[in-house]
T-cell receptor, first 111, second 113 residues
Framework: DQQVKQNSPSLSVQEGRISILNCDYT??????FLWYKKYPAEGPTFLIS?????DKNEDGRFTVFLNKSAKHLSLHIVPSQPGDSAVYFC??????????FGKGTRLSVIA | DAGVIQSPRHEVTEMGQEVTLRCKPI?????LFWYRQTMMRGLELLIY????????DSGMPEDRFSAKMPNASFSTLKIQPSEPRDSAVYFC???????????FGSGTRLTVV
């Protein structure tokens, strides 16, 4: 069973608007969360992360929010740009173990 | 550094044939991971190594899959015999830690017909 769930396979957003990508997890012991971005024919690359002791982390246009009680995190991209069009993977870590990834959400930013 | 290098980029093979995927990790990275990407399951961990030693292969789907890391600069993932359901993109990643700093290769797209 999927421990990290990205229930929206795809999302379309107008350029300049906000993109919100969602991720749910089942294991409350996860202590670190990451977002990766993947372009076609390339491997995933690290985008932003958050520790379970925080509820928000910001890096430029990208902000990740963590709601531990709901076991939910989200990635906000403001403003969205056409170059943000990619597949975004949510990942989680359980202590000293490899990352567990979700299925990914394909973001299309329309000019 | 050239990053994580995977070969081949694409592989098309007939069912029943042996397939070998190759990976050269970043020098100095102690961890190497093999992931598989499919539409149904997303990115799933197959196996990972620490200092060339396999640590957890519980994600390897069947005995048809095997992985080796004979030295710090090379790893292989072998499927024998291959089946159509093995068709996927296989990624190798290396990292200095088990959680942070993953660098992925560009992947090998495997098609078994």
């Amino acid at each position: 069973d999927q421990q990290v769930k990205q229930n929206s396979p795809s999302l379309s957003v107008q350029e300049g608007r906000i993109s919100i990508l969602n991720c749910d997890y089942t294991n409350s012991m996860f202590d670190y969360f990451l977002w990766y971005k993947k372009y076609p024919a390339e491997g995933p690359t690290f985008l932003i992360s958050i520790s379970s002791i925080k509820d928000k982390n910001e890096d430029g246009r990208f902000t990740v929010f963590l709601n531990k009680s709901a076991k939910h995190l989200s990635l906000h991209i403001v403003p969205s740009q056409p170059g943000d069009s990619a597949v975004y993977f949510c990942a989680a870590s359980l202590g000293n173990t490899p990352l567990v990834f979700g299925k990914g959400t394909r973001l299309s930013v329309i000019a | 550094d050239a990053g994580v290098i995977q070969s081949p980029r694409h592989e098309v093979t007939e069912m029943g044939q042996e397939v070998t995927l190759r990976c050269k990790p970043i020098s100095g990275h102690d961890y190497l991971f093999w992931y598989r990407q499919t539409m149904m399951r997303g990115l799933e961990l197959l196996i990972y190594f620490n200092n060339n030693v396999p640590i957890d292969d519980s994600g390897m789907p069947e005995d048809r899959f095997s992985a080796k890391m004979p030295n710090a600069s090379f790893s292989t993932l072998k499927i024998q015999p291959s089946e159509p359901r093995d068709s996927a993109v296989y990624f190798c990643a290396s990292s200095p830690t088990v959680v942070l700093g993953y660098t992925f290769g560009s992947g090998t797209r495997l098609t078994v017909v």
